[in-house]
């Protein structure tokens, strides 16, 4: 099946630091989203980008699919942008269904 | 609903028992997931139904475990003689439409399940 890779693994940030989270997949997706994980384990959606640039606030993403990667940017980092920020791929199944795969998840800290 | 409602929020079970988890989707939401999370990991797919069909039970680790959503709507999570690797967060997702369509996954807030 296909694999979803996140990088970096954990970061952490000054309060109001600019940061670009990665995530590869080795194969073509029909869908792509990205999720924000806070602490209190809610997984709120972000972005639904299999293609292109979405601006959403300080967060803003952009998917290439011919190359098969995504970046989320965040600008103006506030301590309520920690958590864990998860990108799921959606692909065919061969089980008569789409599945969103998961990659490990970038864990992000914001200090004051 | 507003949003993926999920029952009950934590639930702690004595290993051997059965335990259900049930699955409140977005109002008029064709495609229902169910998502296994461990600690420190990302979601993992359990099976996916289109209205009350399950489509796809590729991803339930055994045969313990099973879904079901009779009328199309309401679903729940059953795991029969639960053992300690079972914990787990369980998660329910929805969408509008069917699994190849280009929609949003919404997810609920997930039911914490430890076997003790």
């Known amino acids: 099946g296909i694999q979803v890779e996140q990088s970096p693994p954990d970061l952490i940030l000054q309060e109001g630091a600019n940061s670009t989270l990665r995530c590869n997949f080795s194969?073509?997706?029909?869908?792509l989203q990205w999720f924000h994980q806070n602490p209190w384990g809610q997984l709120i959606n972000l972005f639904y980008i299999p293609s292109g640039t979405k601006q959403n606030g300080r967060l803003s993403a952009t998917t290439v699919a011919t190359e098969r990667y995504s970046l989320l940017y965040i600008s103006s980092s506030q301590t309520t942008d920690s958590g864990v920020y998860f990108c799921a791929a959606k692909t065919y199944s061969g089980a008569g269904s789409y599945q969103l795969t998961f990659g490990k998840g970038t864990k992000l800290s914001v200090i004051p | 609903g507003a949003g993926v409602s999920q029952s009950p929020r934590y639930k702690v079970t004595k290993r051997g028992q059965d335990v259900a988890l049930r699955c409140d989707p977005i109002s008029g939401h064709v495609s229902l997931y169910w998502y296994r999370q461990a600690l420190g990991q990302g979601p993992e797919f359990l099976t996916y139904?289109?209205?009350?069909?399950?489509?796809?039970k590729s991803g339930l680790p055994n045969d313990r475990f099973s879904a079901e959503r009779p009328e199309g709507s309401i679903s729940t999570l059953t795991i029969q003689r639960t053992e300690q690797r079972d914990s787990a967060m369980y998660r329910c997702a929805s969408s509008l439409g069917t699994a190849s369509s280009g929609n949003t996954i919404y997810f609920g807030e997930g039911s914490w399940l430890t076997v003790v």
């Open positions: 194969d073509s997706v029909n869908n």
């Open positions: 139904f289109n209205y009350e069909a399950q489509q796809d």
